[in-house]
């Protein structure tokens, strides 16, 4: 019920005093479970810490004094180098090997097939340790006329060298896995994009470069970077080729020579730890950029 000038009624009768109005107090939810886990994590993390940093078998002045030692730094350096230059061999390879693979031609397809399931079915060490024996397995690299004079010969060792072998094992097992994160993200897209630039006459190469890559990118970035840290870490195995300027070697050969091997495994650590801290750092403003326009969420309108 109401009174004739439509003011409301309280308790069935007209209020003669001022409106009251009472405000509920929201009382935040209590969690003492999380902090007795936050509390339980820093007496954990104190004790770890204390313990390592005062433990003397760690030799921390072995570590402080190769940390930043000249043959360190070239281990440093050549580890950048490989991972870069097997990235940088790896991605157009996988890109081929995905566009192969998507060929309407049989022989194309089965030949990506195959080099994606080889190079992904054998371990990376037995590769690295097959190029590193190329040069004894095949004394010489010759072209020839099939079933005709031989053209050109040149020695193995001079073309695959150490360098070359590991870059080279490296890149091709890489690209195997590449490819098969690219063509997951190829194939998330839209097939009727793919369509739509066929109907309005676009070619082939267009559509990958102007609309599939684009697009894939946003896809593609997040497990790339992951693989890029794993072929920092994978360089640790070009011992098998054998290379032997990279970071483990340097730190090892370190190790056998003081027979501290544990401050020297900190070294490598820290190097390591500090380079993939880098490397996610430029994923992050990778997938940012290629994100935008997905990520963020602009809300129009609302109550007026």
């Known amino acids: 019920m109401g009174g004739s000038d439509g003011d409301p009624v309280v308790g069935g009768s007209r209020p003669d005093t001022a409106e009251t109005v009472v405000f509920n107090r929201v009382v935040p939810r209590r969690h003492p479970g999380r902090w007795v886990a936050v509390a339980i994590i820093l007496v954990l993390a104190a004790q770890a810490i204390q313990g390592v940093t005062t433990n003397p078998n760690f030799h921390w002045d072995t570590y402080a004094e190769y940390v930043f030692s000249p043959f360190v730094l070239r281990g440093v350096g050549w580890t950048l180098i490989l991972t870069v230059v097997a990235m940088a061999v790896a991605i157009p390879l996988a890109m081929l090997l995905v566009v ?89 897209i839209d097939r009727g994009q793919t369509e739509a ?30 693989e890029t840290i794993g072929m920092l870490k994978m360089t640790s195995l070009v011992l098998a080729v054998p290379f032997t300027l990279d970071l483990m070697f340097a730190t090892n050969a370190i190790a056998n020579r003081t027979y501290l091997p544990v401050p020297l495994l900190l070294v490598a650590a820290t190097w ?33």
């Open 100 to 188: 192969m693979r998507e060929s309407g031609n049989p022989i194309l397809r089965s030949a990506s097939w195959l080099w994606v399931w080889f190079f992904r079915g054998t371990p990376v060490y037995t590769q690295l340790a097959f190029w590193g024996l190329f040069a004894v397995l095949f004394p010489r690299i010759a072209l020839t006329v099939p079933f005709g004079p031989e053209l050109l010969s040149l020695d193995s060792r001079w073309i695959v060298t150490p360098a070359v072998a590991a870059i080279v094992g490296l890149s091709f097992n890489e690209s195997a896995y590449l490819a098969e994160i690219f063509r997951a993200g190829f194939r998330a």
């Open 272 to 304: 390591y730890l500090a380079i993939t801290s880098v490397l996610m750092v430029g994923q992050y403003y990778l997938e940012r950029y290629y994100g935008r326009g997905h990520d963020d969420v602009v809300v129009k309108g609302g109550p007026h």
């Open 197 to 226: 630039a066929q109907s309005i006459g676009m070619s082939k190469g267009k559509i990958w470069t102007r609309i599939l890559i684009p697009q894939a990118m946003r896809t593609i970035i997040p497990p790339t970077g992951n």
